[in-house]
């Protein structure tokens, strides 16, 4: 049954109260909270081959599923004073369909997905075909002044400089595949940063943590030399001693970034690692835009087909599944309200694996989004190039 904790009773009286003040403004003019989201409605299809070797775990035995999820998403930033800001956002999910039903325990794998030190999510509703998953993903009290900004609780942590892989990211990994989170998974932490001068700071970030094999801790020094923005980070993550670094600067009017990160392990029973990535993007004249990208990954497999793609342990030291992969993408815009593009990324491992990832967006109205979305994978199997799995999703956007 539908059941809120007082906690969160709690907290959305407090929302309800500070939306009240929206309108209201400080001496300077501007509001003392802001307020912002969307809503999101997204339709997925699923589509089976035989082969897929996960459909035996399914309860339902088609080869063919419907799924859909509706997302909410509400950011509040209140002005506490010229220097001090507090920052909530609240991301609520309904999940509901064939997946739902053929996944046991589908809630406990959201939740569980989706928390970091502190648990600030919420099963709401929990039902065989029928999931209610609410989360704070941002918590924070900052601090800015001209030198200085200093964060405490659940925030973004991006020292990612790459498009499509970032292994610098080693706070708050995530996945190319994970479209529908656009904001990107935070982390309970305590950051400072100091800036220095023209594109130059310095800054350290510490991940709340019980036991020392679960530390996140490093500091991360960013600068500019010519026309390039460097950073050099060190630190332990997970305990991983950690050594990387990346570069931002363009190859004539081409766009070029690369970035890596060595992780030594602190234990016996660990091995060492090592995630590199490059990439390089162009925009002509006529906005068609070019995008590609290389990722080396050791710990990657060199055996193996493309399902592999869903269920490995996503990690800064473990960004794909395989060994090798080969990013390009081709976008283009039509009109100013509809854009195109295709990506592919390729792995040249035995089974020859691909994905293939599609996308068109039309502008429908002011604030409204329609994109139409797949995800196609595919691999050798035998004597044939076959596609176990293929996903295909509608998404309709008010943004408020």
């Known amino acids: 049954m539908f059941a809120l904790n007082k906690k969160w009773i709690l907290f959305i009286l407090i929302i309800i109260g500070l939306s009240e003040l929206q309108a209201q403004e400080d001496s300077t003019g501007h509001r003392r909270v802001e307020i912002n989201g969307y809503i999101k409605n997204l339709q997925t299809l699923l589509f089976f081959n035989e082969s897929y070797p996960d459909l035996q775990q399914f309860r339902l035995v088609d080869t063919f599923l419907q799924d859909n999820l509706i997302h909410n998403r509400f950011n509040l930033t209140w002005h506490l004073a010229p220097r001090w800001n507090f920052r909530a956002d609240v991301r609520s999910r309904v999940f509901f369909g064939d997946l739902v039903r053929a996944t046991p325990n589908y809630a406990d794998l959201v939740k569980n997905a989706n928390d970091d030190y502190f648990k ?41 400089i790459n498009t499509v892989w970032n292994p610098n990211d080693i706070f708050n990994a995530f996945a190319f595949t994970d479209f529908d989170y656009e904001e990107r998974p935070g982390s309970d932490a305590i950051r400072v940063k100091r800036h220095l001068g023209y594109a130059s700071s310095v800054e350290v970030a510490v991940r709340a943590f019980d036991q020392w094999e679960e530390a996140v801790a490093a500091a ?3 600068f500019n030399r010519g026309t390039y923005d460097l950073q050099v980070l060190a630190g332990v993550a997970q305990n991983d001693l950690v050594l990387g670094g990346g570069w931002a600067g363009n190859v004539k009017n081409a766009g070029f970034k690369g970035e890596a990160t060595w992780f030594y392990p602190l234990s016996a029973a660990g091995r060492a690692s090592f995630a590199a990535t490059l990439g390089l993007d162009y925009v002509f004249g006529n906005a068609l835009y070019l995008n590609s990208g290389y990722l080396y990954n050791s710990n990657g497999a060199t055996r193996g087909d493309i399902t592999g793609l869903f269920n490995f342990n996503l990690s800064a030291k473990n960004l794909y599944p395989y060994r090798h992969a080969v990013f390009g993408q081709v976008s283009y815009p039509f009109s100013p309200l509809l854009n195109g593009s295709i990506a592919l990324i390729y792995s040249p491992v035995a089974a020859h694996a691909l994905f293939a990832n599609p996308t068109l967006t039309v502008s429908v109205a002011s604030n409204w989004d329609l994109d139409f979305i797949g995800q196609l994978v595919f691999n050798q199997n035998a004597d044939q190039y076959v596609s176990p799995i293929q996903a295909l999703f509608l998404r309709l956007k008010l943004s408020y």
């Not at 075909?129 to 001209?146: G, N, P």
């Open 220 to 222: 991360l020094w960013k």
């Open 120 to 160: 600030l999510s919420l099963i709401a509703f929990d039902n065989q075909s029928f999931v209610v998953h609410t989360m704070l993903d941002r918590l924070y009290l900052e601090y800015t002044d001209d030198n200085w900004e200093i964060r405490a609780g659940r925030q973004r942590i991006n020292w990612g």
